[in-house]
């Protein structure tokens, strides 16, 4: 399969807000199916109080993945194919070896643990685990952890578990102090050992390494990643695209840590300098993977001087394989719309749902630009 034609245009798509994103009726929670909105999931989701080179969010629709990789009806917690289910649903495997599902869930930390080998004792631990969930939201700095989930949860959940309640709504799972690491006292749900807090409404749930955390979901008034312009733009491209599962990071690959060069303080625009955000999104179209790459930069102008260099980065040799990178991702076009640019991809013949990622982590083209 050979790359199709790429062109980059200046789009109007135009950048929702959380009070008229993609999230229904109710914009700012997390939700499934219709109301499903990465940008409204922001919104439930604090800022890490924990100093880092960036952090990790991951949003997805577990019902949508499930669907469009034809996982099938969900099963009992006892059924014998609930392995087969899950990994279908996530996109980690596929019957074939050859043709994978359309969809990749590129996170399930908190969905805990080893889920499959262990649901019993997880539900035993927690009162719910991925049979429950329809959607889940969470965001990373190790060790910090906060995670909502949203489904057939609620203040019940934490009661039927049998947690003690360590203040009004805020539950307490293991023993410890706030991010111990106790191997000693390590479960499924909490491999680490280190002790969890947890709380519930009805139809979501929290769960966090962060007492503080919980206790300002709980209260109704948390700092929310919603906040952040950069993160919110992201997000509402990756709406617009459909996605069903996403990825958003500002620990940027070739990001040097040093203060961002403006264009007109540069001879060259260096890319990794103006970066400032990134966000993989996946959808399914006919059944077959559709997947954005969005790039936030500081500026239009950035964005706009960036678009050429984004595509051209698509037409490259990877610089861990030595091979083209349309072999992994096919672009079929880049937009820019004020400060994003989004290439629009899908797996090139050697490529996978899962390529963007992992040629991300392995800070390979078109991750790294300079």
């Not at 495997?93 to 996170?107: C, L, M």
């Not at 719910?128 to 057939?152: C, H, K, Q, S």
């Amino acid at each position: 399969m050979r790359p199709r034609t790429a062109v980059v245009v200046v789009s109007a798509l135009a950048l929702a807000t959380a009070a008229v994103g993609c999230g229904g009726d109710d914009p700012d929670h997390l939700a499934a199916g219709d109301d499903f909105s990465v940008e409204a999931a922001l919104a439930e989701l604090p800022v890490p109080d924990e100093d880092g080179p960036g952090l990790t969010v991951a949003v997805f629709d577990l019902e949508a993945a499930a669907e469009a990789n034809d996982a099938g009806e969900r099963p009992d917690a006892d059924a014998d194919d609930v392995r087969e289910w899950f990994s279908t649903a996530t996109g980690f495997t596929t019957e074939s070896g050859e043709d994978f599902p359309p969809i990749f869930v590129a996170s399930v930390e908190t969905l805990g643990g080893n889920q499959l080998a262990s649901l019993d004792e997880i539900r035993s631990e927690l009162g719910w685990t991925f049979l429950d969930v329809d959607a889940v939201a969470e965001v990373l700095t190790p060790p910090y952890r906060f995670g909502v989930v949203a489904g057939d949860v609620g203040p019940e959940t934490l009661e039927d578990a049998g947690l003690d309640e360590a203040e009004d709504g805020v539950f307490i799972v293991g023993e410890g102090e706030e991010g111990e690491v106790d191997p000693d006292d390590a479960t499924p749900a909490r491999p680490l050992g280190s002790p969890l807090r947890t709380a519930a409404e009805d139809g979501r749930l929290v769960v966090s390494s962060s007492s503080d955390a919980v206790a300002d979901w709980v209260g109704g008034e948390p700092a929310s990643l919603a906040e952040d312009d950069d993160l919110r733009a992201v997000a509402a491209a990756l709406d617009d695209a459909d996605a069903v599962s996403a990825y958003l990071t500002t620990a940027l690959p070739g990001a040097d840590g040093g203060e961002r060069t403006t264009p007109d303080e540069a001879d060259a625009f260096p890319l990794k300098e103006q970066l400032v955000a990134l966000g993989i999104g996946w959808a399914a179209e006919d059944g077959e993977s559709r997947m954005v790459v969005v790039y936030a930069f500081e500026s239009e102008e950035s964005a706009e001087t960036a678009a050429d260099q984004v595509e051209a980065a698509y037409e490259a040799t990877s610089t861990i394989t030595r091979t083209p990178i349309s072999d992994q991702l096919a672009l079929d076009e880049v937009e820019v719309d004020g400060t994003v640019v989004v290439a629009h991809v899908h797996p090139g013949p050697e490529g996978r749902p899962q390529s963007p990622l992992a040629m991300l982590q392995r800070r390979d083209v078109p991750f790294v630009l300079g």
